[in-house]
């Protein structure tokens, strides 16, 4: 079991920034892809960013040119940087990972989710 945790979120000004940190940990071979979703009250969770453990990115096109995702694989740990945030931006962030195991079987995990809120 993978286990995933969240940190970072709180409430800051629109216009304002926000770093969230995700740690993987347990018994694993590898990591593959990382990432960061959100869930808006009364809306379905979606995707925010993700990134691969050779370093490719995609990212919502709401979040385009204001957020940053990165990792640092020998920490098993992704990172969303959160610039010229909105109030839409509001919503608890959950971090994902899909990893796989020494047997080579693949699986994935959420983290328990970390609130951010954007005041206008």
């Known amino acids: 079991q993978v286990q995933l945790v969240e940190s970072g979120g709180g409430l800051v000004q629109a216009g304002g920034s926000l770093r969230l940190s995700c740690a993987a940990s347990?018994?694993?071979?590898?990591?593959?892809?990382m990432g960061w979703y959100r869930q808006a009250p009364g809306k379905e969770r979606e995707l925010v960013a993700t990134?691969?453990?050779?370093?490719?990115?995609n990212y919502a096109d709401s979040v385009k040119g204001r957020f940053t995702i990165s990792r640092d694989n020998a920490k098993n740990t992704v990172y969303l940087q959160m610039d010229s945030l909105k109030p839409e931006d509001t919503g608890v962030y959950y971090c994902y990972a899909e990893f796989r195991y020494y047997s080579r079987a693949t699986s994935w995990s959420w983290g328990q989710g970390t609130q951010v809120t954007v005041s206008s």
């Open positions: 990134i691969t453990s050779g370093g490719s990115t």
């Open positions: 347990g018994t694993f071979f590898s990591i593959n892809v």
